[in-house]
């Protein structure tokens, strides 16, 4: 390890890099208010937001969480990697990682960091008031349709967009058995959403989507995806001819109220560094910070916990100096953060046709595929039927037979999941005998 150290000391050009001495207890950080998404700026801001904590309500899942709190899927499962997205238990505590290092780039327009599935927006200053940055999860462009890196512009702004479908997709979705028109109109099914901003880059938007449960995610086709909630006042927002500048940028570091932090990310698969190469690149992002806040000389960095963050890649913030808590003190500590609703509402149908997927023995097994309908894109209704010792799962109901069918072929080619089609008259499923 000390060859190793004067190595990376050598390559930083900093005299404070260092091994974890005996761990000592730092001063408790000062409050933080709590802010979901939007914070002001000083000229020396590095991170901004805190980590805080929240615990699992009744039956909700953890994508009803990510949602209230404007995280994506990746983030919060990162931070809580032990726990069950579809079926957490009540009372489960929950890390929200809701503080952010800003990528280091010039603050204007709007700065999009692939790993961390993050877009930052800069709005103009107005005379007086502080600088702000609004910060919101976004879903990206999966392998083989990575969103590009650079920089280009918002060139054209479409309210309730209607989308037409290239020719690779069209046939994409063929092979698959789910044909697409040749354009898709405005309304629920559109997979742009509300709205949407068009870049300098061919086929390349900022849109909202049908399916909020991608939102953290490598999903599109290059686009980058908001929440429905998220898109909107954006939308509004951004002029056209605003920059956006796109980085890749898995290892962030900066100075905040907890001292020096460093976020780290899982890199992007197809750009992935070396293992050598992601120690350069953390021990560079710790050195800038360190010469952007004058601290060379006055700030032991603790070379190897910063290495284990690098590997363990959590997406949040988290003390590198030495003598910082241990990570399991330091989120013990967090603050709790307010109960927030999710803006996610399960849908409301009607009719006497539905899609028996079958009894369970597990309960918890028939509540994660109710999750996981009530959260396609869009939503299939979905519920539970008590039976003796089983669970029944009904996706339902649907106004005629021709509905249910449709829905049991995409349930079947989304979850891998085959159901019945059956017709129940109304009065057949009993309040007492339904779970929601």
């Known amino acids: 390890m000390a060859t190793l150290y004067l190595l990376l000391a050598t390559l930083a050009g900093c005299a404070g890099w260092g091994q974890r001495p005996p761990l000592r207890h730092a001063p408790a950080p000062a409050p933080v208010p709590f802010a979901l998404n939007s914070f002001e700026l000083a000229g020396d801001t590095d991170v901004v937001g805190r980590l805080r904590y929240t615990t699992v309500q009744g039956e909700e899942t953890l994508l009803d969480i990510a949602r209230a709190y404007d995280l994506g899927y990746d983030e919060i499962r990162a931070a809580n990697p032990t726990v069950d997205p579809w079926t957490p238990p009540a009372g489960q505590r929950i890390v929200l990682p809701t503080a952010h290092v800003l990528p280091q780039t010039p603050r204007q327009g709007i700065v999009i960091n692939l790993p961390a599935r993050r877009l930052f927006y800069y709005p103009p200053a107005e005379p007086g008031a502080p600088r702000r940055v609004i910060t919101h999860p976004i879903g990206i462009g999966r392998e083989g349709w990575a969103t590009p890196l650079g920089a280009t512009r918002v060139a054209r702004k479409h309210p309730s967009p209607a989308w037409t479908v290239p020719a690779s997709i069209r046939r994409e979705h063929a092979a698959k058995g789910d ?3 040749a ?3 405005p309304g629920p099914n559109n997979p ?4 949407a901003l068009r870049l300098g880059w061919s086929s390349i938007l ?3 989507t049908n399916k909020p449960a991608g939102i953290g995610m490598r999903v599109s086709h290059g686009c980058i995806q908001m929440y429905p909630e998220d898109i909107a006042p954006l939308f509004e927002a951004v002029p056209v001819g605003t920059p956006v500048t796109v980085v890749d940028q898995p290892y ?3 100075v905040g109220a907890d001292g020096l932090v460093l ?10 560094p070396t293992p050598r190469q992601r120690m350069t690149l953390v021990t560079g992002a710790l050195e800038q910070a360190i010469t952007r806040h004058g601290l060379h000389d006055t700030v032991l960095v603790d070379l190897a916990h910063a290495g284990e963050l690098a590997d363990r890649a959590t997406g949040y913030p988290l003390p590198v100096a030495a003598g910082a ?4 003190a330091y989120l013990a500590a967090l603050p709790p953060a307010p109960l927030l609703p999710s803006p996610y509402v399960a849908p409301v149908a009607s009719g006497d046709w539905y899609v028996d997927l079958g009894s369970f023995k597990s309960d918890a097994n028939a509540r994660r595929l109710v ?3 009530l959260h396609q894109g869009p939503p299939i209704p979905a519920r539970r039927e008590a039976q003796a010792d089983r669970v029944r799962v009904l996706a339902g109901p649907f106004t005629s037979q021709a509905a249910a069918r449709a829905a049991a072929k995409r349930i079947d080619r989304d979850l891998d999941e085959s159901g019945r089609v059956r017709h129940l008259p109304d009065g057949h499923l009993t309040q007492a005998s339904v779970r929601p």
């Open 183 to 185: 354009v898709v109109p």
């Open 179 to 181: 044909p697409l028109p």
């Open 263 to 272: 976020e780290a990310h899982p890199p992007l698969p197809e750009r992935a």
């Open 192 to 195: 742009l959403g509300s709205h």
């Open 371 to 373: 999750a996981m309908l």
């Open 252 to 254: 962030l570091a900066g």
């Open 325 to 328: 808590p241990a990570t399991e």
């Open 206 to 208: 900022i849109h909202g």
